[in-house]
């Protein structure tokens, strides 16, 4: 009886085995058809085959037959590399969950930094909104346009009248440019419009593109000396397509301006600036000239504190004097050294060139100037022995020059902080010989 039971249990066993592991919509069996479809059909084989087994061993008992039934084995690599890889699945899984989990929080910090500035800055939005209600509101009054058109009329007596008038036609003495202007003006709803006639005439028709450029610098210039709030000036490049002359009476006329306010100019025209910083140094009026360059296609590098080459500059052999101290030092490395003597030289060689307009020649031709100075050749006087001496010493600097093609007398040779020293008192001789004969001729 208790061997009848044990075989009623057996037989429970095998009837309760589910063979149907891996069904069609199952995540698993999706997962192992695209990731080891092999394995899968390998394994629905082996569970058929046991199926059929625990059928067979079923019949046995219910037969009461005892008959040897051949076990089924299964290898367990597939098992193994099948078991890594869900493992691993399932370890980016939770990793993917936390960076979503993170991303969350990170979405409610925002919201939360929003709100708080947000309750800031909430006192000027509801201003703002209010304003504007207002504004629509007092679109619609009937007697808002009236009070709008007397102010508009109080807003052209005060910048459209007879002084401004004095100072636009004063600023275009001041540059130059009396064209014969006259100033009419309209205005309604509170809008004024402002008309420069040239005695009934269109502008475009007669004056140049330089002409109207400075009649609208000469209006800009009235407008902000009638301003009660204007503090400052800034202009991009304001001589464009203007002759010399044009450009040294604008230089002339911000820098006076620069006394009373702050003149920020931005511009590419070196005759331009050599006019300004030469009239700011000459009537001691505070500047600062700042060098912005494109490098490598990156704009923007701003060098502080520093001017295009410009003649007053190379005088006297003191920018020389700076790369000759800086190349001395015992610290400086032989390439940079090499590099401060020829940058040396060639500032030397500027000053020669300076030397042959302000001391030979007495400034009878000035660089970026075309204006002869006729009465200045009365104190021109040199003679060979001098002209030699320095054509000798500017062709001595030229040989120490990188960049330079050099004849085969002066050819080149490699500078030492020795060199630059001696050219440099050899400049300091020559200059001294040009003044003292401008005492001796006068």
Not at 426 to 441: D, L, V
Request: positive net charge.
């Amino acid at each position: 009886m208790q061997k009848k039971h044990k075989h009623i249990s057996i037989k429970s066993a095998y009837e309760e085995l589910n063979f149907n592991l891996f069904p069609d919509e199952n995540t698993l069996s999706v997962w192992l058809s695209e990731k080891y479809p092999s394995s899968l059909t390998s394994l629905k084989q082996k569970l058929t085959e046991q199926k059929t087994l625990a059928t067979n061993i079923i019949s046995d008992i219910n037969s009461k037959i005892s008959k040897n039934r051949l076990a089924i084995k299964i290898s367990v690599t597939d098992h193994d590399a099948i078991e890594t890889a869900i493992n691993a699945s399932i370890k980016m899984l939770k990793a993917n969950e936390q960076n979503v989990e993170v991303e969350k929080l990170l979405k409610v910090k925002t919201r939360f930094a929003h709100k708080e500035k947000f309750n800031i800055h909430f006192p000027k939005f509801e201003t703002y909104v209010n304003n504007q209600v207002w504004i629509q509101n007092a679109g619609k009054a009937i007697f808002g346009k009236k009070k709008i058109t007397e102010t508009e009329k109080t807003l052209s007596e005060k910048y459209f009248n007879q002084k401004y008038i004095e100072t636009f036609n004063n600023e275009c003495n001041n540059l130059n440019g009396n064209f014969g202007i006259e100033i009419n003006h309209t205005g309604s709803a509170g809008k004024s419009y402002k008309q420069l006639i040239l005695k009934g005439n269109n502008p475009n028709v007669i004056l140049s593109e330089g002409e109207k450029k400075v009649i609208a610098i000469a209006d800009f210039l009235a407008e902000m000396n009638l301003s009660e709030v204007n503090r400052g000036l800034v202009f991009d490049d304001p001589v464009s397509s203007l002759d010399e002359m044009r450009k040294k009476d604008i230089a002339i006329r911000l820098s006076y301006e620069s006394k009373e306010k702050q003149v920020v100019l931005f511009t590419h025209d070196l005759i331009f600036v050599s006019n300004l910083l030469t009239h700011c140094e000459d009537n001691k009026i505070p500047f600062l000239c700042h060098w912005i360059e494109n490098r490598d296609n990156k704009p923007g590098h701003v060098w502080l504190k520093n001017a295009p080459s410009y003649e007053k500059e190379y005088r006297n052999s003191e920018p020389v004097k700076k790369f000759y101290i800086d190349a001395k030092k015992d610290d400086c490395p032989p390439s940079q050294r090499e590099f401060l003597l020829k940058s040396g030289f060639t500032a030397l060689r500027t000053c020669y060139e300076v030397l042959v307009i302000n001391g030979l020649f007495k400034n009878v031709v000035q660089r970026y100037n075309e204006r002869v100075s006729v009465d200045a050749l009365s104190k021109v006087y040199f003679d060979q022995g001098l002209v030699d001496e320095l054509l000798d010493s500017f062709a001595n600097c030229c040989r120490y020059m990188e960049g330079h093609t050099h004849s085969n007398k002066y050819a080149y040779k490699k500078p030492q902080p020795t060199n630059l020293n001696e050219e440099i008192q050899r400049y300091e001789a020559i200059r001294k010989k040009i003044k003292n004969t401008k005492k001796t001729s006068s």
